[in-house]
């Protein structure tokens, strides 16, 4: 399975962004799509996870409420919705796929970078 991320860019607080991951391959065998990010000089974080046939959506305190995580099976494709964006989650974002691996997350996309401006 190969994973590849689009929609990041450039917005202003408050604004929303989608991020798209098209998975490719055996996608037979995902679990589930998860989001990370990792922002400037801090640890990449946890954002949001589904499961491959659409069910446990969840997602990090920090975004519940602003972000939506869902996915579109016949496409192949994940999405994070993400609204009322301000700095603090300004970051690359990865999607990452559990293929056959339980919990752990053992395949990963590029980064896309979201960047908010104040």
């Known amino acids: 399975v190969q994973l590849q991320a689009f929609g990041g860019g450039l917005v202003q607080t408050g604004g929303s962004l989608r991020l798209s991951c098209t998975a490719s391959g055996s996608t037979y065998y995902v679990f589930k799509m998860g989001w990370f990010r990792q922002a400037p000089g801090k640890e990449r974080e946890f954002v949001a996870h589904?499961?491959?046939?659409?069910?446990?959506?969840l997602l990090s305190d920090s975004v519940r409420g602003r972000f939506r995580i869902s996915r579109d099976k016949a496409k192949n494709t994940g999405y994070l919705q993400m609204n009322s964006l301000n700095p603090e989650d300004t970051a690359v974002y990865y999607c990452a796929a559990s293929v056959r691996a339980g919990n752990m997350y053992n395949v990963w996309g590029q980064g896309t970078l979201v960047t908010v401006s104040s």
């Open positions: 589904i499961t491959w046939t659409g069910g446990s959506p």
